[in-house]
């Protein structure tokens, strides 16, 4: 027998524990920067990584004069002001203010700040930025990644994900590194918490903004590469569940959380579903299968229905399900699908019965909910990324070129007023404490009432 064989043997069994460590090792920071601590039964697809009991915690309940996130209070873009609420955009400039970098988030507002993402592309520097609601001045900036920006299509930006504000701290999602990163700062800008949730990988870059729900930010991260949905704690920063998405085209779609069929559910769009999740700990509610190239809008919805729409290469898709189904949705709970008249960037809008969306060359299509039937079509002009806005029984919409369309909510088409602000626009516009706020492609614009018209 030959004495160095248990030496080894050792050997070769200490290397084997070694490259188990380093693939666990190397699986877990794939999957993002919180180890599994695992439990007893896992729902298919979701890793439960944190014990904790996100269905009793308080939700976030902003007031009437903020806008927190993406899409607003509701998450529906829908403002929550005054019927007769009315802009005076060629008078009434409250202020303007320069931005540092450039970027396409839409900024969010709570209290006395406006929170928005930035990006300097020639210092290679991602920021949070924080101005002054009263007159715009710029009260801090925070680096949160230097360096390694990758890619991005001509028309995105390394800042296009909006930020999300919770009252205690603003919450930030940028893709540097291959990577994307949730980062949380307090309201004095300063860092509390950045965790990498997963590999991000494409060409376009990222566009998806995050969603709050209850002690949650929950973030998508859909390339073709491990494409997943992640719930993390606000405060900490650790990764609550994470749900691993059919790998299929890369889409660009927000989760956004709501309360809709009498639950709670997170929607999302992707490239080959619509399908709403049990926020508080990913698990699948139902799912509709779509033929959509890429998914770069928003879901629309209200009480009773969820809608979705999508054009990418060629392909038209509208759809309008109940937001009360479960599983497979087939039969009834798929009211009605269209092929043709939808949009491509911009979100549609569901408002009192009528889905409204715009198409990429400037037709804004609006469509009864109830059967799809269109109610009328009409020509805005222009190419369009913003997404429309509802605030006081008008629709605002501006497209690429920075001209403001404001048409009459209503059952025939008419547009009310136009306003050229200039210079670009990617960004939507946001509506709260009675101003009108827009982020162009170099400033942010906030622009009062009419002096006519008093306060609600």
Known sequence: MNPASPSRNRTILAAVIL???IVGLFAAWRLGSTYFVGSKKRPKNVAIVANVDVASAPAVVPSLEDWPWWRGPNSNNIAADSPSLTFDFINGTIWKEKVPGSGHSTPCLWGEFLYLTTCDEELQQQKIVALRRDDGSKCWETIVHTGKLGKKH?????????????????IGYFSNAGS????AVDLNGNIQWQTRVGSYMTPNNLAASPAIYRSLVIVAGESKANPFLAGLDRKTGEIVWRTILRKSKPS???PISVHT???????????EAVVGYDPSNGNLLWTCPWDAAIAPGTLTYDNQYVCAASTALGKHQVVCLRSSGHGNLTGDDVLWRANRDSSHSPSPLLIDGRLYVISKNGVMICR???????????????????????AGGKIYAVNESGELFVVKQAAEFEILETFEFGEAVFATPIVAGGHFILRTAHHVICIGRQRNEKPK
């Open 19 to 21: 490259l188990c460590l």
């Open 154 to 170: 001509l028309k995105n930006s390394f800042a296009s994900p909006s930020p999300a504000c919770d009252g205690q701290r603003v």
């Open 180 to 183: 994307v990163h949730v980062t």
């Open 252 to 254: 660009y779609s927000s």
């Open 261 to 271: 069929g009498g639950r709670d559910q997170l929607l999302l769009a992707t490239s």
């Open 368 to 390: 009864d909910v109830r059967d799809g039937k269109v109610i009328w079509k009409g020509r805005l002009g222009g190419n369009f990324f913003s997404s429309p806005l509802a």
